[in-house]
């Protein structure tokens, strides 16, 4: 498979997704489908690596017979399934109690937060787990408060493998069933991308807005109380 695909399919995001595309073909033509799984599971453990690069490319060397596509949804379930436990196993180090007293000393954060968002992932966790494998940013973050619950691992393995295999089957088989116009996906998917990146920074910017006028009103408290 060509080098020169990924460098088509990227150039005009900017030389570093070039350069992580050519990386990943040629970890695909030198190791196989172990190769594409290799790349997931760092796209996992980095979310600003795109998998929306990768698994086309994955399908399109499983179209000219590097691999086979069953081959190319295997490995790539099993990189997703590898990423998303080394953050799950982050969060289960990490704890509930650790999380709180980092949370206490970061400006504008506090230890309730951990303790809000646990109770959140303790009613959600498994819808979470799920069809948060279908969000950028999303799918490697949720992994970490799933570690922090203590998410039975069987069950975040099932939710985790169930959810990628399904995202991961709509790219590949976009890359091998359009060939070399699977360009034309990766398209839509940048769309998500930034719809997702927009709710994300407007949620924070709510968030520190909230926090600031909170902080504010209290410290007016106080001092009136005094």
């Known amino acids: 498979m060509d080098a020169q695909l990924a460098q088509n399919s990227a150039s005009d995001s900017g030389s570093w997704l070039t350069a992580f595309s050519d990386w990943a073909v040629e970890l695909m033509d030198t190791i196989g489908p172990i190769g594409a799984g290799i790349a997931i599971?760092?796209?996992?453990?980095?979310?600003?690596?795109?998998?929306?690069?990768?698994?086309?490319?994955?399908?399109?060397?499983?179209?000219?017979?590097?691999?086979?596509?069953?081959?190319?949804?295997?490995?790539?379930?099993?990189?997703s399934l590898v990423g998303a436990f080394l953050l799950y196993g982050l969060g289960a180090w990490l704890g509930a109690d650790r999380l709180r007293r980092i949370a206490d000393r970061i400006p504008l954060l506090r230890g309730d937060d951990v303790v809000r968002t646990v109770a959140w992932f303790d009613r959600h966790g498994a819808k979470a787990v799920f069809f948060g494998r279908m969000l950028p940013i999303f799918r490697s973050l949720i992994s970490i408060p799933a570690g922090v619950s203590r998410m039975p691992?069987?069950?975040?393995?099932?939710?985790?493998?169930?959810?990628?295999?399904?995202?991961?089957?709509?790219?590949?088989?976009?890359?091998?069933?359009?060939?070399?116009?699977?360009?034309v996906v990766e398209q839509y998917a940048e769309i998500l991308q930034w719809v997702v990146l927009a709710a994300v920074v407007g949620a924070v910017a709510w968030f520190i807005g909230t926090?600031?006028?909170t902080i504010l009103r209290e410290r007016r408290e106080r001092g009136s109380a005094s």
């Open 41 to 79: 599971a760092l796209e996992n453990l980095f979310p600003p690596l795109p998998s929306e690069v990768v698994l086309p490319l994955a399908g399109l060397a499983a179209q000219r017979g590097s691999f086979t596509l069953a081959e190319a949804l295997v490995w790539t379930t099993l990189g």
């Open 211 to 213: 926090r600031v006028r």
């Open 153 to 183: 691992p069987w069950r975040f393995g099932l939710l985790t493998g169930a959810g990628s295999l399904l995202w991961n089957s709509i790219f590949v088989l976009s890359g091998y069933l359009l060939g070399e116009a699977w360009p």
